[in-house]
């Protein structure tokens, strides 16, 4: 029987069927089942029986950083409850695996412990992207070993800007646009769990293109190594 994997998709303004469909693709063929849940309370609900492996693509926030999100919250306005916030840190940090993609960096405001499960992430005020369009991703040194793709890969996306990953993580992939190399993807150790973050992929076009797709299947074949005591 296959390892299961867990996908929480779902959210605001983003094409998030088309994108999990991109993304079930790559996990299957990396040796896992899939089932998609796109209610925050049942996925959690779902980790009393760990699975192999949560992936997160969703966009749920407070929404109340700026009048242009008033007409949407009633539909996706969301503030994680702290329980909710233990049973996800604490399914990584018993030895569970978290692939973390785009907007799901930016989820969770109200949880400071979202940005330490996951090592960094969007800070409003802070963080932001300009408009979509060509970017130019490259390898690092430990995504080039890890990714059989092209160590330099033209991708159409949204670059992410000072998403600020910490010490203990080891940046896969960077971007340089406005304001230096920004730091895209990452993986690192979370307890006795992995996590791995990619801040690409705002549609199925970009998880599939060459190069992102060889990285996003490195990071899950990361995730699946021996747990770390």
């Given at each position: 029987m296959?390892?299961?994997?867990?996908?929480?998709?779902?959210?605001?303004?983003?094409?998030?069927?088309?994108?999990?469909?991109a993304?079930?693709?790559?996990?299957?063929?990396?040796?896992?089942?899939?089932?998609?849940?796109?209610?925050?309370?049942?996925?959690?609900?779902?980790l009393a029986d760990p699975p192999a492996m949560l992936a997160v693509n969703?966009?749920?926030?407070?929404?109340?950083?700026?009048?242009?999100?008033?007409?949407?919250r009633d539909r996706f306005a969301y503030e994680l409850p702290d329980s909710h916030m233990d049973a996800l840190a604490d399914y990584v940090a018993s030895g569970g695996r978290m692939f973390v993609i785009h907007v799901?960096?930016?989820?969770?405001?109200?949880?400071?412990?979202w940005h330490e499960v996951m090592?960094?992430?969007?800070?409003?005020g802070r963080s932001h992207h300009p408009p979509m369009g060509?970017?130019?991703?490259?390898?690092?040194?430990?995504?080039?070993?890890?990714?059989?793709?092209?160590?330099q890969f033209p991708l159409l996306d949204e670059a992410y800007h000072?998403?600020?990953?910490?010490?203990?993580c080891t940046v896969l992939a960077t971007c340089e646009i406005e304001e230096g190399p920004q730091p895209l993807a990452w993986v690192r150790k979370f307890g006795k769990g992995r996590v791995a973050v990619d801040?690409?992929?705002?549609?199925?076009?970009?998880?599939?293109?060459?190069?992102?797709?060889?990285?996003?299947?490195?990071?899950?074949?990361?995730?699946?190594g021996a747990s770390d005591a």
């Amino acid at each position: 029987m296959a390892a299961r994997a867990l996908i929480l998709s779902g959210g605001y303004s983003h094409p998030f069927g088309e994108s999990t469909g991109a993304l079930v693709g790559i996990i299957e063929e990396c040796g896992y089942d899939t089932l998609i849940e796109e209610d925050i309370d049942a996925a959690i609900a779902a980790l009393a029986d760990p699975p192999a492996m949560l992936a997160v693509n969703t966009l749920r926030w407070s929404m109340t950083q700026h009048a242009k999100y008033a007409p949407d919250r009633d539909r996706f306005a969301y503030e994680l409850p702290d329980s909710h916030m233990d049973a996800l840190a604490d399914y990584v940090a018993s030895g569970g695996r978290m692939f973390v993609i785009h907007v799901s960096t930016i989820c969770f405001d109200t949880q400071p412990r979202w940005h330490e499960v996951m090592g960094g992430g969007w800070t409003w005020g802070r963080s932001h992207h300009p408009p979509m369009g060509e970017i130019d991703i490259s390898l690092t040194e430990a995504g080039a070993e890890h990714s059989a793709g092209p160590a330099q890969f033209p991708l159409l996306d949204e670059a992410y800007h000072n998403l600020d990953p910490r010490e203990d993580c080891t940046v896969l992939a960077t971007c340089e646009i406005e304001e230096g190399p920004q730091p895209l993807a990452w993986v690192r150790k979370f307890g006795k769990g992995r996590v791995a973050v990619d801040a690409l992929g705002h549609d199925a076009r970009s998880i599939n293109a060459r190069g992102h797709r060889e990285l996003i299947t490195a990071q899950i074949e990361w995730l699946k190594g021996a747990s770390d005591a």
